[in-house]
């Protein structure tokens, strides 16, 4: 059994009014309440259980970030009200600046949703239904382009095959951020003081929880073999390929239309200038609630492919693309990749003209122009 990284998310139901109750809750009628927010946040980096046996990379989180997960800042919860056939009737939206703040609710069945809020980057839309809501990010280039195929030290003894050279066409978005859901749906608010805590002069109502994440961090350590002090870094980064484009919030269910999603390469210098890292994440696998086996299971096939930008001493740099399908299926949480390339596979000799200014990326993605679709921003 995997483990998870998990936030405990506490919310509690807040009767106004000290230690004299007011007439609302004793007139068994859907009344104004209000609900007070509160989560206690235990973000633990162990979404692989054996991650740290597996990543060398001397990664310096005072200059390249975390590697796991960071606590969010900002809570927003939706409020679903349910009508007798337990549909959406009203969707309220309320957004907390921290982990605290006050919303107004009624009496009545609900579906609670909460996820942070604290991303520029994500972008949330409505596909007709009341109740779904999708993440997603922006588009920023249609398809990408790529020159040689290389094959792992694995998948040469192995006797794999290369896939056929085609062009990646599909979209390139920028990466999410990191985003936590928790749903809770059918939730009773009581007008029954039996149902409820008395604590410090108020009636509180618990709902415990877990705030799961819905992007996952993949860590690739890619190790140069033969390469005799060729290659010098990357100077335009990386793409993961064939990763889902969106998730709904409420199931947890990625979409099935896939995109690629750029990340930065850093080369480990000081301690071994043979050997990349980089950390991308995305919403995974397309058309599956990663944390189920099952779903997973049933996943549409696909391919995933690391798109990698190398820079050679000569000045020149070349694209070369990398199959991890394996590896990512292996993982739909998340986890760390290690692969070991020959760098004889792809020698400086056969790339390209030299750099001119401009880095390699533009090459790997062309364009760089943001395209924005018609959908539904739900503020």
């Not at 890619?222 to 002090?229: E, G, P």
């Not at 010098?232 to 995109?259: F, P």
């Not at 692969?339 to 003209?353: C, K, Q, S, T």
Request: glycine share 8%; aromatic share 10%; with cysteine.
């Amino acid at each position: 059994m995997r483990l998870r990284n998990f936030i405990t998310t506490f919310a509690a139901l807040l009767v106004l009014g000290g230690c004299t109750i007011e007439p609302p809750l004793h007139l068994r009628k859907a009344a104004a309440t209000k609900v007070v927010l509160k989560t206690s946040v235990k973000a633990q980096f162990m979404w692989q259980l054996d991650w740290q046996a597996k990543w060398d990379f001397a990664w310096q989180t005072s200059v390249l970030g975390p590697l796991g997960y960071s606590e969010p800042k900002g809570i927003r919860m939706h409020v679903y009200t349910l009508d007798d056939t337990d549909s959406p009737k009203s969707h309220n939206v309320y957004n907390f600046s921290g982990t605290e703040g006050q919303v107004d609710i009624f009496v009545g069945v609900h579906n609670l949703l909460f996820h942070n809020n604290d991303s520029e980057v994500l972008l949330y839309r409505s596909d007709g239904d009341l109740a779904d809501i999708y993440s997603y990010t922006r588009v920023i280039s249609s398809g990408l382009k790529t020159s040689s195929l290389v094959q792992t030290l694995t998948q040469k003894a192995a006797a794999a095959t290369k896939a056929e050279d085609e062009e990646i066409s599909e979209n390139v978005t920028f990466m999410p951020d990191e985003l936590f859901v928790l749903y809770d749906p059918r939730h009773y608010i009581s007008d029954n003081l039996d149902d409820y805590e008395y604590i410090d002069g108020q009636y509180v109502l618990r709902i415990q929880g877990d705030l799961l994440p819905r992007t996952y961090i993949y860590l690739f350590q890619i190790k140069l073999l033969n390469n005799l002090d060729r290659v010098t870094g990357s100077m335009g980064g990386a793409a993961l390929t064939g990763v889902a484009d969106a998730v709904n919030l409420q199931t947890g269910v990625t979409s099935n239309t896939t995109v690629s999603v750029p990340m930065d390469v850093h080369i480990n210098k000081a301690d071994d200038p043979d050997l990349l890292g980089a950390r991308v994440l995305t919403f995974g696998i397309p058309g599956c609630d990663p944390y189920d086996e099952a779903s997973v299971s049933a996943a549409p096939s696909g391919k995933h492919y690391l798109v990698l930008n190398v820079t050679f001493a000569t000045g020149k740099y070349k694209n070369i693309r990398i199959d991890v399908t394996d590896q990512v299926r292996a993982l739909p949480t998340g986890g760390v990749i290690p692969l070991e390339i020959d760098v004889n596979d792809f020698p400086p000799e056969d790339i390209d003209p030299p750099v001119t200014g401009g880095g390699g990326f533009e090459a790997l993605i062309g364009g760089w122009n943001e395209q924005v679709g018609s959908t539904t921003i739900i503020n």
